[in-house]
């Protein structure tokens, strides 16, 4: 008895600047999950990452992520990183090892310790980009001079003002002609995309002033939290403190993303019955000066968390305070607190202002100034938070929905680039 041959599932190839368990940042942390969630829905992904570890020669490990296949690449030590970045012999073997996979589509997240030409050095494959920060248009990243001056407020950036950015640490002849090669590299690379994914809203507009793509070409997609959508987890019971308000930040902690703003805050309002819970881990170089921040202050370092762990803290703290002087693109912590039931505060840059319209509170971050005037007010009028909670979404962005939309995308991308190879 015979009958039709089984799909063949969907090959996936990632490509991301490193991936777990080596490091866990947002990026790699989103990769993981959806991937885990592909699989699930029966696609058959690998990961081609990066490392932050050389080696004398450029070289591969195979490892093993549930089942799917792991591929780090570790650059030569004379591979540094710069605003030339695009290795010969590192893009070669990267492109090699993913033809070998036989991808039906490649998911570029980033070029970061994989090199700056990855979707040209794969033409004609298939190829959806997600672009999780503004490394298309900042050597830094993050549209953020050394000195703290918010590239992402005055866009687009001039040759000349991006030069004098980073001069400083170059030092190699004909930087405005290699800063303009990389602008040209990377419209390259975005031209290849068949669908440009921005985390957010923000993001999108962002980059779209930016001059990485026009607005049209890219659609806004968060990221979402690795929940069941069928069986997300009950929001816990909130004990109130009266007379008090019980303050909780979670994540990486650093001042980047705002930590001294808040003992700056908990100090000037310690005597009203302010006090601070942290859950995570200081960044490196940074805990004991965030420990001497706090000293004598009413603050709890609560250390590594998941979300259980977290919901057991939460449900004896008022309201998650996230003062990031990050121009944040997508925001998991504001996620978790909506998954949570905790009513939120937010800096004015990036997407999680635009996410909390309506429930939640956005204040600026030069200073502590305004968290300490919104918390006064919290304390002054304590209906308000009550009124923050019954606010908030029923819901966190998913990424069950998250993935659904991707794989769509990947359709679509799959479609086209038969349709172009059929005009050839």
Not at 23 to 51: I, K, M
Not at 180 to 202: C, K, L, Q
Not at 208 to 224: H, I, S, W
Request: net charge neutral; hydrophobic share 50%; charged share 25%.
């Amino acid at each position: 008895m015979t009958g039709d041959a089984p799909p063949r599932p969907l090959r996936v190839a990632h490509l991301v600047h490193n991936f777990p368990p080596e490091f866990a940042g947002g990026t790699e942390r989103h990769v993981a999950a959806l991937v885990r969630r592909q699989q699930e829905q029966g696609l058959l992904p690998a990961v081609f990452c990066g490392s932050e570890r050389r080696d004398d020669a450029t070289r591969s490990a195979t490892e093993s992520f549930h089942g799917s296949a792991v591929i780090r690449f570790f650059r030569r030590h004379d591979e540094r990183f710069g605003v030339d970045f695009a290795p010969p012999g590192l893009l070669a073997a990267v492109a090699t090892a993913v033809r070998t996979f036989a991808p039906d589509v490649v998911h570029l997240h980033h070029w970061f310790n994989l090199g700056d030409a990855l979707l040209q050095e794969l033409s004609p494959l298939p190829a959806v980009g997600q672009l999780h920060d503004a490394y298309a248009a900042c050597p830094r990243f993050f549209l953020r001079r050394p000195d703290g001056f918010d590239c992402g407020g005055a866009l687009p950036v001039e040759l000349e003002r991006c030069v004098a950015c980073i001069a400083p640490d170059d030092g190699a002849p004909a930087l405005a002609a290699r800063l303009a090669a990389r602008r040209a590299r990377f419209t390259a690379e975005v031209g290849r995309m068949h669908a440009v994914i921005a985390p957010s809203e923000s993001h999108r507009e962002l980059l779209a002033a930016a001059e990485v793509a026009p607005r049209e070409r890219m659609v806004a997609l968060p990221l979402g939290l690795s929940l069941d959508p069928a069986a997300t987890p009950a929001r816990p019971p909130h004990r109130p403190a009266p007379g008090r308000l019980r303050l909780v930040h979670f994540g990486h902690l650093s001042r980047l993303k705002g930590v001294d703003l808040l003992f700056s805050a908990v100090r000037a309002l310690a005597s009203r019955g302010v006090s601070l819970d942290l859950l995570g881990a200081p960044v490196a170089g940074e805990e004991a000066e965030l420990r001497r921040l706090a000293d004598g202050l009413p603050v709890r370092w609560h250390g590594a968390y998941d979300l259980s762990r977290l919901a057991a803290v939460v449900a004896e703290c008022d309201v998650a305070v996230f003062p990031s002087r990050a121009r944040e693109t997508f925001s998991f912590v504001v996620e978790e607190a909506i998954a949570l039931g905790l009513p939120v505060v937010v800096s004015d840059l990036g997407a999680p202002a635009r996410r909390v319209a309506g429930f939640g509170r956005v204040i600026a971050v030069a200073d502590a100034a305004p968290l300490v005037a919104t918390l006064a007010a919290f304390l002054d009028r304590p209906e308000t938070l009550v009124a923050m909670r019954a606010a908030l979404p029923p819901t966190p962005h998913l990424l069950a929905d998250h993935e659904r939309a991707v794989h769509e995308l990947y359709r679509a991308a799959i479609a086209a680039s038969a349709a172009a190879e059929r005009r050839r």
